[in-house]
């Protein structure tokens, strides 16, 4: 987890529903000087992209299905392929790094352009088994969960 802890560009989420909390989180990184990124929606493109957030509480307001994310006259897109670490939201997950999202693919294909290492934060229960993936799925390579830190288990290496 040293990549988190050294990296200079996080893509987060801001939290939704029965997600892990990250509101805090995301204030503390902003407040360490972290370069923090969260999903914008572009409703021309049907798509997330990267947007810089500079401020917590002033930046956002509720967007897409009703998630907060960046105001329009705020939003500061960054590529995908800039962020050093990646922290990912989810309603179930694997070990192998496998996730189950809302099932409309967005953060999906904004994975698909992501470097740097991709943690997923879920609670104890969310962990199952197995979820199924496709070959297109971009996996994780950490499960942070309230009890512990799981490196996630390659099937295809």
């Not at 998630?67 to 939201?89: N, Y």
């Not at 512990?148 to 288990?153: A, E, T």
């Amino acid at each position: 987890m040293r990549d988190l802890v050294s990296a200079e560009w996080v893509m987060g989420f801001v939290s939704f529903g029965r997600e892990v909390h990250t509101h805090e989180l995301l204030r503390a990184m902003l407040a360490e000087g972290r370069r923090v990124c969260v999903p914008s929606f572009d409703v021309a493109g049907q798509r997330y992209i990267c947007s810089e957030l500079k401020h917590f509480d002033w930046d956002l307001r509720e967007g897409n299905m009703g998630i907060l994310e960046p105001r329009h006259e705020v939003i500061r897109p960054v590529r995908a392929d800039k962020m050093d670490a990646w922290l990912v939201p989810g309603l179930a997950f694997d070990e192998h790094g496998n996730r189950l999202g809302r099932g409309m693919g967005y953060f999906d294909r904004l994975l698909c352009g992501a470097r740097g290492v991709k943690i997923g934060l879920a609670y104890d229960f969310q962990l199952m088994e197995e979820v199924p993936s496709e070959p297109h799925d971009v996996r994780l390579d950490f499960i942070v969960t309230e009890t512990r830190v799981i490196h996630c288990k390659r099937t295809d290496q």
